[in-house]
């Protein structure tokens, strides 16, 4: 197709070339012509809307401090419409950042954005806040950018070639089964026990390849249950009995489903150094426990979090706090079992100086549940894996667990 132009040249031509070069302007810039508008941005409640008058793009949110702020980024939009504030934001501004729109939320007290999610047709942006302390706000600010992913599945109507994306998504799984509970006293507290992996995940293998993490940890978790009956004390569960797989979430959800009084997920560790052995107890960080408390409070159906609560009308900020206060406790009582299985483990089995230590791990995120992640040593190491792997060693193991957990309740029914 011949491009030349000539000012001598007909009005149509020059027009069509304008046009052109418009279009070819706005192409390398990254902009398209045909961008989306801000038609409205409201605060309702703990929630920020965002319309939009055509399926949006890519979005990302972050915090800013002094002073503090939320910004929302959208690719290929334009500012413009209404705005109007309300609860922890004081102010709504908008302007045009780089090759799209930016929202600026100026806040009354410190909040952060727990979810941000696009509506089907990907013309609404919902961000879903929660008010905190000027600490928290300062280590969420300090993890950067939230990603927020336009749907998969609609027709961008403005584009010049409109095309329309679809996938399969399977049918949701059906909850796992629950298991067996052993023991008939009901006034007993439960423990669930937890092996690790299983299935098509082994987990780590022993150097000599005679050892499977997910085997050594069906085995100590039977070997833990049978010395937990034999106490009278407790009635225990175990998540798997056999050789299947389940996720993490499917692991901690059976304990919750159960209503447990202690979760106690059963590990082999593993290193690239050979030499390192011992047990470690994992509990939750305080900085991952944030930040699950802060998704479990943003979500609509807020039914069943905390202990079977609803907090589906309570006010937001209520919400938040009632979480929070339970996963701090569930957090400090995860802790003192920790520090109680170091001590009981100590004189019976290899263990780490730093017994306990703490990390973002999903199988430990129940509100309401103390958990605890018990790598019982090393598998990575030969001697740490023949020990787990006799009768002895495990044995041994079962009895620290035994007399950690015993302790655990009687101290805590004395408390009462």
Known sequence: MYLGWTPHGPAR???????????????????PSWAQVIEDVRVQG?????RFDAPAGQASAFLLGGPQRIALDVQGARPGGRS???????????GRHETGARVVLDLARPAIVTEGSFGSDGRTLTLELRTVDASRFARAAAEGRMQILPPFNYVQANSRSSYRETMRVPPPRPAAELPRVYGNDDTR????????????DPGAISPDGAHQEKVLTLE?????KDALLASGRVRVAMTREDDRFLILQERYGIARRLG????????????GNHDASGATAYTLSEVASDREAARLAARENRADIISGVDLRDQNPDISSILIDLTQRETMNISARFARLLGREAEPL?????NFHRMASLVVLKAPDMPSVLFETGYISNAENARFL?????????AQSVRQAVEIHFATRLAAR
Request: net charge negative; proline share 3%; aromatic share 6%.
């Open 13 to 31: 031509h020059i027009a069509r070339v304008l046009l052109f070069l418009a279009f070819l302007s706005g192409w390398l810039s990254g902009a």
């Open 46 to 50: 703990d929630r920020v809307i965002v």
């Open 84 to 94: 109007a504030a309300g609860g922890a934001v004081a102010g709504v501004r908008q």
């Open 189 to 200: 507290p439960l423990v669930v026990i937890d092996a690790g992996h299983g299935g098509h």
């Open 220 to 224: 100590l978790a039977h070997a833990i």
């Open 260 to 271: 447990a009084d202690l979760f106690i997920s059963v590990h082999c560790d593993s290193a």
């Open 349 to 353: 089995i290899p263990t780490r100086t």
């Open 389 to 397: 792997a006799s009768e002895a060693g495990q044995e041994r193991i």
